[in-house]
């Protein structure tokens, strides 16, 4: 069972920056496309950005220039940084994983971590 748990959110001011990271136990990382999604209260969850398995990174396009993301495949562990942060970037922020190998035997199958939360506030 693939299991995903995120971790480094908190209450962040304005104009600072925030650092998670999702740590993927169960089968190895390298396995997986990880995402970061976000839901802000009331409102849908929504996508922020992708590392691919071949380590390409793609961007909504409100993070474009703001985030940044990379993965340590030998530790399981995906990192996300995000920095110039308004209160509108609050939100519990959620990893998510897809493998897209047809081999695998959890083809697009998807897994999600339970979230951390994100405030940003004075």
């Known amino acids: 069972q693939v299991q995903l748990v995120e971790s480094g959110g908190g209450l962040v001011q304005p104009g600072g920056s925030l650092s998670l990271s999702c740590t993927v136990s169960?089968?190895?990382?390298?396995?997986?496309?990880i995402d970061w999604y976000r839901q802000a209260p009331g409102t849908e969850r929504e996508w922020v950005v992708r590392?691919?398995?071949?380590?390409?990174?793609e961007y909504a396009e409100f993070a474009e220039g703001r985030c940044s993301i990379f993965r340590d495949d030998a530790k399981n562990t995906v990192y996300f940084h995000m920095k110039s942060l308004k209160p509108e970037d609050t939100a519990v922020y959620f990893c998510?994983?897809?493998?897209?190998?047809?081999?695998?035997?959890?083809?697009?199958?998807?897994?999600w971590g339970k979230g951390t939360p994100v405030t940003v506030n004075p």
């Open positions: 590392i691919s398995r071949s380590l390409t990174a």
């Open positions: 998510h994983a897809q493998s897209d190998d047809r081999d695998a035997s959890d083809y697009l199958m998807e897994y």
């Open positions: 169960g089968r190895p990382l390298n396995l997986y496309n």
